[in-house]
């Protein structure tokens, strides 16, 4: 099938707890060193798996809960679109946090989509059963009546936990519901590339030179160029520009198209870090380091025939 593409949410536990947690998640999705989280309150990174429908690519949007007002009024926002509602637990009033969450958020929750209480191992059976029924009070009384509980101990259990997540999603959520991105208007996104060191242009351009190969990204258009020249001033030069198919397979990508402006921004770290060379994709022909390669036999055909 097409690859499917949908989306949870992470809400972390404003405890000391969170960052760790968050760090764990990145270990098996993110595919550069930078996040968004503390920016812009999101950080979306993408867990890549298969189930019995096919290649899927699971959009993880970590976010917390902060005691600014900001916070509050874009948290909601956040929550539209996805098929379910992680929130990841660490301490014995957890309970009252899920509960912050739901009255903030209750207006973009979609009741049918399942909430999902995540906690680290509890080897007290009786204290989790007494944690499990504070949060069935909870649901009840907002009317939300669908819900699990899960524990985790380590990467390996939340990667098993998230494809556990998708094969539900894909076997028995219709494909025909749609998947709404959520992504700011051009200016914020521009000002977001600002304020972590590129330089945008009129042509709402970031250009990032890594070694002979300059990336050219376009925070409008959502795509990204990687071209070679002899010379950057020359008047008479050769030149090969390549437009990128961008995918996130090893460690959680996914297209660009469809899925808004924040995608766009995690390029921009992973160019700026390096990674962008290690992307891979779910065919050969998706491989960054497979793409650059024909970009430099263009390259070098064309200097070629010039120089002639």
Known sequence: ???????????????????????????????????????????????????????????VWVTTITGTPLNRVILPFYFVGARKYIFMCSSRN???????????????????????ILTPKIDDAKAYSRMKTKFRKIFRDKNLDIYSFHQWANQKD????LTNLV???????????????????????EDIAKK??????EKHEVLFKRHDIVFRVNLQNNDIHAEITDCDDCKEKCKAVKKLCIEVANKGYATL???????ILSILFAIKDGSIMNIKGTKPQEDISQ????????????CKKKRK
């Open 1 to 59: 099938m097409v690859r499917f593409l949908t989306k949870v949410m992470v809400t972390l536990e404003p405890t000391i707890m969170k960052d760790h947690y968050h760090e764990t998640l990145r270990e098996i999705t993110a595919h550069h060193k930078g996040n968004l989280l503390q920016l812009i309150g999101v950080d979306p990174i993408v867990f890549r798996t298969n189930s019995t429908r096919g290649e899927v690519d699971l959009q």
């Open 94 to 116: 957890a309970h009252n946090f899920v509960k912050d969450a739901l009255e903030i958020t209750q207006e973009k929750l979609n009741a049918a989509h399942e909430m999902v």
């Open 158 to 161: 939340l990667a098993i936990l």
């Open 167 to 189: 094969e539900d999603i894909v076997v028995n959520m219709p494909r025909t519901t749609p998947y709404i991105p959520v992504g700011f208007d051009l200016n914020t996104v």
């Open 196 to 201: 972590q060191g590129f330089e945008v242009n």
């Open 257 to 263: 198209a469809g899925l808004g402006d924040l995608r």
């Open 291 to 302: 793409q650059i390669k024909i970009l430099r036999k263009t390259f070098a055909k064309n």
